[in-house]
């Protein structure tokens, strides 16, 4: 049966929405960095501020190691020493001109600097200022966060891990979904902004996106009135939804049939004997009821099949499927190849893809228009934009305010 290929083209520079809106970027690891390349991503000029010498992400080994190339294309790079006044000069002089502050400092950091959201209510009154935290207000407000320790706290790692045995997620996923949640309130400050005029200070955070995340399971108990059980020995929705062993011991398979529609397809695609003929399984209720009954069927036609062959039925005939995956398997992925992968450098000069931004404007996708910046590669061309001359910058440069 033919396909049709849907690839999305690349938004150009002038369909790009947010296009025109300056963005300083004060912020280092995952967070902060998400929320900013979400930004640029769409559009924004993105000036990220990093240290002399550079961020230090920028130098993390082993699971730390891809969080700097991933989350910093479509920026420009300057350093700055916050610590000397010149270089704090300079900061507020690229505030001033802004449109949109992130930063994920320790609470008060900034603040004591001189370059906390108040500090330009007068000469900047526009400017919506971002603050990627641990905590919102509250008592825990004070605490220093990360991924880890409020996917701890918040429930999810006990949601991931067998019981007793609470496990972190297998990705960075509260610190991305906390910086999609702070690029979403800063579009909405934004969108206020055209109303209104006025600027304002939005902040994200840790815990509480831990605590948005797992809210279907504090919703489950409260309508069960039942603790909720661990992922992995939860009661199911749905008789088949379930990770199969194939012929071949390292090709697993994910299949999901949820509506009795698809229940009636999987039986016609398949022989399951008077399973599939069993008229007191028509209701998918009826069917989580009898999963020791069913499972054990579907695993036994499963484990004798080839992975390959299972997908192309089930690909034609509608049903969900996943063939288990690693993440590096992605960078060969056929369908993430047609626009969802694009290119950027690596620190080491080698060349390599990431993910693209998982939206489609008008039917395209949004490309890299900046590499990955080295440590200050666009410092001068910033300085010059907010009014230093070329010797200011050469003085700013010999002091060491500038990197």
Request: charged share 20%.
């Amino acid at each position: 049966m033919s396909r049709i290929r849907i690839i999305a083209p690349s938004l150009s520079d002038a369909d790009l929405p947010l296009a025109g809106v300056r963005v300083i970027e004060f912020t280092h690891m995952v967070m902060g960095p998400t929320a900013g390349v979400v930004l640029a991503d769409l559009g924004a000029d993105v000036i990220k501020v990093e240290p002399v010498g550079g961020d230090h992400t920028r130098t993390l080994l082993g699971s730390g190691a891809g969080y700097f190339p991933m989350f910093n294309r479509n920026k420009r790079s300057i350093c700055l020493d916050l610590k000397s006044p010149d270089g704090l000069i300079a900061a507020r002089r690229l505030i001033d001109g802004a449109d949109v502050v992130i930063e994920n400092f320790r609470p008060g950091a900034l603040e004591r600097m001189g370059l906390g959201a108040d500090s330009f209510a007068e000469s900047n009154p526009g400017l919506i200022y971002c603050s990627a935290k641990g905590f919102l207000a509250g008592p825990y407000g004070h605490r220093t966060a990360l991924d880890e320790v409020t996917q701890m706290m918040g429930g999810l790692a006990y949601m991931t891990g067998p019981p007793g045995r609470p496990l972190r997620a297998g990705s960075s996923v509260v610190d991305i979904t906390g910086g999609m949640f702070g690029a979403i309130a800063i579009l909405a400050a934004l969108e206020r902004r055209h109303r209104t005029g006025r600027g304002g200070a939005v902040k994200c955070s840790l815990f509480e996106t831990t605590a948005f995340l797992v809210g279907q399971h504090m919703a489950q108990q409260a309508v069960t009135g039942v603790l909720t059980a661990p992922m992995p020995v939860r009661v199911s929705a749905w008789a088949i939804y379930d990770v199969f062993e194939t012929a071949r011991a390292d090709e697993q398979l994910f299949v999901g049939v949820v509506t009795d529609s698809q229940w009636q397809t999987f039986c016609k695609l398949f022989d399951l004997g008077d399973i599939g003929t069993d008229p007191d399984l028509a209701a998918n209720n009826q069917r989580v009821l009898a999963r020791d009954r069913i499972l054990p069927v579907v695993r036994a036609l499963f484990a004798a099949t080839e992975r390959s062959e299972l997908v192309e039925r089930l690909e034609r005939a509608g049903l969900p499927f996943a063939p288990i995956a690693k993440p590096g398997d992605l960078f060969d992925d056929p369908h993430l190849n047609e626009g969802g992968l694009v290119p950027i450098t690596l620190a080491d000069g080698r060349s390599t893809k990431m993910p693209a931004l998982p939206v489609e404007i008008d039917g395209a996708r949004s490309g890299v228009r900046q590499d990955v910046p080295h440590p200050g590669a666009h410092g001068d061309a910033i300085l010059a934009e907010a009014g230093y001359s070329a010797d200011d910058i050469v003085t700013l440069r010999r002091s060491g305010a500038l990197g």
